[in-house]
């Protein structure tokens, strides 16, 4: 049988190692060999690596493990590589050149990023801006004859950036959802204090960072709070912390926000929460909006650049708000909160997003 390479550069926190984990387990339990070339072994997924997979290690930085990767090309003469993230994208159409073709790179897209590139300006952070890379990427994504995004959005945003036919490129959704997936318990007091015995709660998950936009979601949690008793958590660790809490004290919010930080099973609480808010400024997909429709819990979200609208079609299995508007998301959450929903239906949406049938779509792809 053919065997699969993947190439995530490190298995750290986020939704592309979570993606790799889960498309590499699929492959393992159908007998698809697979090899995982790492360049540096890290990450909170490394525990989670079947044992039939064979580890291939770097030196640390992508760009000091190209040579590696491709004596590892030329030795184990894989049929296909998977990258994600655009500078790995790159190293692997380089490296499966020198192998005439005999390897081929699959290169797999995962952000809308003219809108990061927008976000990062207005906020003084570098972006994809280095013309030299630009240039050399605009020639070597012209090379791949599979190109996969991860939803409609940046598959078009790719194609106007970098001047690829639309044609060329495949949307394939993020494998997510897993069916009886036994559900781990916590032991944890800190929850359980803020939480009581009855109270409701609006999640939002994700890193403390200005994509996530959170702030809006305080804010529009401080309207929901003048007309409706529930309290807001936010999972996840991220560097702005500090700028948030602050928000919540000025909002006289210290009671009624959490900020739990990283947790390693957020489905628990996502599972027992009233609503799930992502109040994003920019995605490539939304995994969380699946993993709550999974588990039954109704969503809002803000329909951002991209991924949101087209896992919650539009509109029809959560409400979809314009970016940074937190009135707009208030009254959202409080007709969502004040609705019944058929938490079957959200989870059979969900199950459109199963791993295995989204990683038979990515080896039928890869393998024609």
Same mark, same amino acid.
């Given at each position: 049988?053919?065997?699969?390479?993947?190439?995530?550069?490190?298995?750290?926190?986020?939704?592309?190692?979570?993606?790799?984990?889960?498309?590499?387990?699929?492959?393992?339990?159908?007998?698809?060999?697979?090899?995982?070339?790492?360049?540096?072994?890290?990450?909170?997924?490394?525990?989670?690596?079947?044992?039939?997979?064979?580890?291939?290690?770097? !030196? %640390?930085?992508?760009?000091?493990?190209?040579?590696?990767?491709?004596?590892?090309?030329?030795?184990?003469?894989?049929?296909? @590589? &998977?990258?994600?993230?655009?500078?790995?994208?790159?190293?692997?159409?380089?490296?499966?050149?020198?192998?005439?073709?005999?390897?081929?790179?699959? @290169?797999?897209?995962?952000?809308?990023?003219?809108?990061?590139? !927008?976000?990062n300006k207005d906020i003084n952070e570098s972006g994809y801006k280095n013309i030299y890379f630009m240039t050399l990427a605009r020639i070597l994504y012209k090379i791949p004859s599979k190109i996969i995004a991860v939803s409609e959005g940046v598959a078009d945003d790719f194609?106007?950036?970098? %001047?690829?036919?639309?044609?060329? &490129?495949?949307?394939?959704?993020?494998?997510?959802?897993?069916?009886?997936?036994?559900?781990?318990?916590?032991?944890?007091?800190?929850?359980?204090?803020?939480?009581?015995?009855?109270?409701?709660?609006?999640?939002?998950?994700?890193?403390?960072?200005?994509?996530?936009?959170?702030?809006?979601?305080?804010?529009?949690?401080?309207?929901?709070?003048?007309?409706?008793?529930?309290?807001?958590?936010?999972?996840?660790?991220?560097?702005?912390?500090?700028?948030?809490?602050?928000?919540?004290?000025?909002?006289?919010?210290?009671?009624?926000?959490?900020?739990?930080?990283?947790?390693?099973?957020?489905?628990?609480?996502? !599972?027992?929460?009233?609503?799930?808010?992502?109040?994003?400024?920019?995605?490539?997909?939304?995994?969380?909006?699946?993993?709550?429709?999974?588990?039954?819990?109704?969503? @809002?979200?803000?329909?951002?650049?991209?991924?949101?609208?087209?896992?919650?079609?539009? %509109?029809?299995?959560? !409400?979809? @708000?314009?970016?940074?508007?937190?009135?707009?998301?208030?009254?959202a959450i409080l007709e969502t909160l004040g609705n019944k929903h058929d938490s079957s239906l959200l989870i059979k949406r969900a199950k459109d997003f199963e791993v295995s049938t989204i990683g038979n779509q990515y080896w039928s792809y890869i393998t024609s």
């Amino acid at each position: 049988m053919k065997r699969i390479c993947f190439f995530p550069g490190t298995l750290s926190l986020g939704g592309i190692g979570k993606l790799y984990i889960n498309l590499i387990e699929d492959y393992s339990s159908k007998g698809i060999p697979v090899d995982l070339f790492l360049t540096k072994r890290e990450g909170v997924f490394l525990d989670q690596i079947p044992n039939s997979v064979r580890v291939f290690e770097g !030196k %640390g930085r992508a760009s000091n493990s190209i040579l590696e990767f491709i004596k590892y090309l030329r030795n184990e003469k894989p049929c296909a @590589v &998977i990258s994600a993230r655009e500078y790995l994208n790159i190293i692997n159409i380089l490296c499966c050149l020198t192998t005439l073709n005999r390897t081929k790179a699959v @290169v797999s897209l995962h952000t809308n990023q003219s809108t990061e590139d !927008k976000y990062n300006k207005d906020i003084n952070e570098s972006g994809y801006k280095n013309i030299y890379f630009m240039t050399l990427a605009r020639i070597l994504y012209k090379i791949p004859s599979k190109i996969i995004a991860v939803s409609e959005g940046v598959a078009d945003d790719f194609s106007y950036r970098m %001047g690829v036919n639309r044609n060329k &490129i495949e949307v394939i959704y993020n494998p997510v959802y897993k069916a009886l997936c036994p559900e781990l318990e916590v032991n944890d007091s800190v929850y359980e204090k803020f939480i009581g015995e009855s109270n409701r709660y609006i999640i939002g998950v994700g890193r403390l960072t200005h994509q996530k936009d959170f702030f809006t979601l305080i804010k529009s949690f401080s309207l929901v709070k003048k007309k409706l008793n529930v309290s807001l958590l936010i999972l996840g660790e991220g560097p702005l912390r500090d700028e948030l809490q602050d928000l919540i004290n000025q909002l006289g919010l210290s009671q009624s926000v959490l900020l739990l930080g990283y947790v390693s099973n957020p489905l628990y609480y996502i !599972k027992r929460a009233s609503l799930l808010v992502v109040s994003s400024k920019y995605e490539g997909f939304g995994n969380v909006l699946v993993e709550a429709l999974g588990v039954g819990t109704p969503v @809002v979200s803000t329909d951002c650049p991209s991924g949101p609208s087209e896992i919650l079609e539009r %509109g029809r299995y959560g !409400k979809l @708000v314009p970016v940074e508007d937190a009135v707009a998301m208030s009254n959202a959450i409080l007709e969502t909160l004040g609705n019944k929903h058929d938490s079957s239906l959200l989870i059979k949406r969900a199950k459109d997003f199963e791993v295995s049938t989204i990683g038979n779509q990515y080896w039928s792809y890869i393998t024609s």
